[in-house]
Structures are given as C-alpha cells and as structure tokens.
C-alpha cells in the first residue's frame, strides 16, 4: 500500500492523494475524512433517492474509508433495505429473526429504563464472523439517539496488518482462526422473565451450538474487490487457532486483538438524529459504547451476505 508512514512517526497513515475527491472521480459526492486512519462523511446523498451514478461513487468511497456515514438521511426501513439490497442479497443475522413484515431488518433499542453492565455490540469485534459467510458491510441507521454517549469506534484492520513486521506476517500466513460466539454469549446475553435470552430490550433467536461451534478462517484474509489484504481478528469471537493448542495460540490472539484496535488504527463516530453508518466487515472492527443511561436509544441495522474468507 503506497504511502503509508509509521503511526510511531508521523499520524499521516495516507497520503494526500488518497483524500482527495477529483483524483478519485468523485463528481457527484463530497467526502469529509473523519481521521487519518479511516472513516469519512459523504456529503451530498439523499439516501432515499440515491441515483445508480451516486451509488457506483458511494461504494467505492466505502471501500477507501472502510466506513462511511450520511448526517440528516430521513429514511424509512424500506429505504435502508433498499440501499442494503445494492450492495448484495441480505445477510443472515444469527442473533434474531428481525422485525416484523421485515425480517432482515433487525431493531436495536435501549430504554431510558434500561440499565444493564453490557449493550449489544459491546467490545471489540467484525460482525458474526462465526457463520460460513460472515457479513461483509453492515448498515446501521439512528433514529432515536441520546444528547450524549453512545458513541461507535471503529478500527482499520488493513493498516493493521500493513504495520505488522514482514517476519509476523510470513508467521500468520495460512493460519486459520476459530471464530466462535462462545464468549459473546456468556457476556451480553441474559434472560427475561420467562426465560428467553435478550440484550436490553432485543429478543434473540439463536442457535447457540451452532453459534458456539462457529467456523475456522483465514486470519490473513484477502478483499475480493481491492485485493489489500487485513487482519481477520478481533477481541470477542476469536478463539482459537486450528492446529495451535490453546496455550499457544492464546497470546498470538491477545497481541493481534490488541494490535488491531491500536488507537492509531481507529476512528470515533459522534451519533446525531438521522445519521447512517456504513461499514465493511472485512476491513475494520468496531465497538459500541454503553454510557447513555437514562436516555432512549434506538437503531436499525441491516447487513449484507458475505464471501467464504480467503
């Protein structure tokens, strides 16, 4: 990757250029870079009538900035299943069944009556990449949102790996990791008064055995549309390294964790009524924040069906 400089040295991890709205092509959006390492406001979208020549533009600044998002978007949920649909087909969420007359849309809302140690999304993590075909892009829409807090991190896991030394590299190819919701269970999920499993108000559906036995890949995975190569690892579901024991391989992923979600790697995302976050799964971990008690928060994600890592 041409022109990135030491995060130890210097904070510019891109060069210029990489910024830059004309050398991209990019006519019909306007991008605003949230920080050096990732992230950027798009600018000039009206999501609920984005045209197909805007669209071509959106997708390729996502896969630039590893996460995008649109401030003051006045959207329905047939608009974000819309928009989710022209990325890919709708993934699966193994957590819940979604909403009703919309099942690939899940709702996540905590009440201001709600006071729990763990929100959904909390610590750092891609999302369920325990499944076969783990998400490749997550949407996730805020319509009720706190005067403070909650706010969502996110870090860039091909900086990541770019800043890993050539003899670890050599050291992590071909590995595989086990991804397992095994911790991710026995963390945030809790059982109503009848028993059923939820996080703050969310119902789940889940199938923990399969969830729990997850899927083994590639922990250097390769993008199928930029060719960068990133750190498929994070803080939550990694938990294991096929043909490694658990002594092993268990500081292997302690350092990767860490290493991934290096402050220099990592935007912030402040919430504001009507903003749309995009992001892709295979480049970037993120982490949610519970530090809004006493306020309503409510969001709508959808997600998009990935590849088989490789």
């Known amino acids: 990757m041409i022109g990135l400089k030491n995060p ?10 990489h910024y830059d709205d004309a050398a991209n092509g990019y006519t019909l959006i ?6 050096s390492a990732m992230g950027a406001e798009i600018r000039g979208v009206d999501i609920a009538n984005i045209t197909d020549e805007q669209f071509v533009q959106v997708r390729d600044a996502l896969f630039r900035y590893k996460m995008i998002y649109f401030r003051d978007q006045h959207l329905e949920i047939e608009h974000q299943e819309a928009l989710t649909l022209r990325f890919g087909e709708f993934g699966t969420d193994a957590y819940t069944k979604g909403m009703p007359g919309h099942p690939h849309v899940q709702c996540l809302v ?3 009556s709600t006071v729990v140690d763990r929100v959904f999304g909390d610590g ?39 800043f890993l030394s050539p003899r670890m590299k050599s050291l992590l190819e071909g590995l595989k990791v086990h991804m397992s919701a095994k911790l991710a269970i026995q963390r945030t999920v809790r059982k109503d008064n009848q028993g059923k499993p939820i ?3 969310m119902k789940l559906s889940m199938d923990e055995e399969k969830m729990i036995t997850g899927n083994f890949h590639p922990l250097v995975r390769t993008h199928p549309d930029t060719g960068f190569k990133s750190l498929f690892v994070d803080q939550i579901y990694s938990q294991g390294i096929e043909g490694l024991t658990e002594e092993e391989a268990r500081p292997l992923l302690d350092f990767l964790g860490r290493h991934v979600t290096s402050e220099e790697f990592c935007c912030r995302l402040r919430w504001t009524p009507g903003t749309l976050t995009i992001w892709d799964n295979r480049q970037t971990v993120h ?12 969001m709508f994600r959808t997600i998009v069906n990935g590849e088989v890592p490789v």
């Not at 306007?30 to 920080?35: D, G, I, N, W």
């Not at 998400?135 to 991190?153: A, H, Q």
């Open 199 to 201: 996080v703050g108000e």
């Open 287 to 298: 982490k949610a924040y519970n530090d809004y008690d006493g306020y309503r928060r409510e």
């Open 110 to 112: 905590k009440e201001a």
């Open 124 to 162: 750092w993590h891609t999302d369920s990449p325990f499944l076969a075909r783990p998400p490749s892009i997550s949407l996730l829409y805020g319509k009720d949102i706190p005067p403070y807090g909650g706010d969502t991190w996110w870090c860039n896991t091909v900086l990541a790996y770019e």
């Open 8 to 17: 130890d040295l210097d904070m510019q991890l891109y060069p210029p250029s």
């Open 30 to 35: 306007q991008t605003v870079p949230l920080a």
